[in-house]
């Protein structure tokens, strides 16, 4: 399956998320979050495609690493590409986190023609952060987060439960 990327994966990345990860950097994003960090990222048509085999053999090399985060660009543009990365990775024992600018609602919306390829990747990621970059809600004491209206959310447990469920240790 076709995945486009901004650029190369990110190893050893200590700041998306606990642990040394791996960080997977969608291309594409709808959100316009004002102030957004990355906004090379948002073309649909911009960074390059790559199969995502090659992803997931790259994962698979990689030592010592605790997990992957897929983050953009909007992971969730992709969501059929990513959750054969995500699954592969929990299958050799990785943790998987994702960013999103939609919330956890929007992406589980009953009318959102996505909804069973988002919960197919929902089901194989363990923390989401979701939520647009809102500038005046910046706080660069917040871990793993760049405003503070974003949750950091227990997805298993959210989705078993049919209710959010915020992963209180990061989220002091
Ligand atoms: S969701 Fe992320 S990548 Fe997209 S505009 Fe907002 S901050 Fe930027």
């Keep these: 399956m076709k995945l486009r990327i901004a650029s190369p994966i990110t190893t050893d990345s200590i700041v998306d998320g606990p642990g040394l990860r791996a960080v997977v950097w969608t291309q594409g994003c709808q959100h316009n979050c004002r102030g957004c960090h990355n906004p090379k990222t948002h073309s649909l048509v911009g960074g390059f495609e790559v199969d995502t085999k090659d992803i997931i053999e790259e994962i698979k090399s990689l030592k010592l ?15 059929e590409a990513l959750e054969e990365i995500a699954r592969e990775s929990k299958n050799i024992g990785l943790d998987v986190w994702a960013y999103t600018g939609f919330t956890f609602e929007e992406l589980l919306k009953n009318n959102n023609p996505s909804y069973l390829k988002n919960l197919s990747l929902l089901n194989n990621i363990d923390v989401l952060v979701d ?35 915020l992963n209180e240790e990061y989220m002091k």
């Excluded at 690493?65 to 969501?79: A, C, N, R, V």
């Excluded at 910046?138 to 959010?164: A, H, P, T």
């Design 65 to 79: 690493h605790k997990g992957i985060t897929l983050s953009g660009g909007e992971p969730f543009l992709q969501p």
């Design 131 to 165: 939520g647009k970059f809102i500038e005046n809600k910046r706080d660069i004491n917040l871990k793993f987060r760049g405003s503070s209206n974003q949750r950091i959310i227990d997805v298993k447990r959210s989705l078993e439960s049919e209710k959010i469920i």
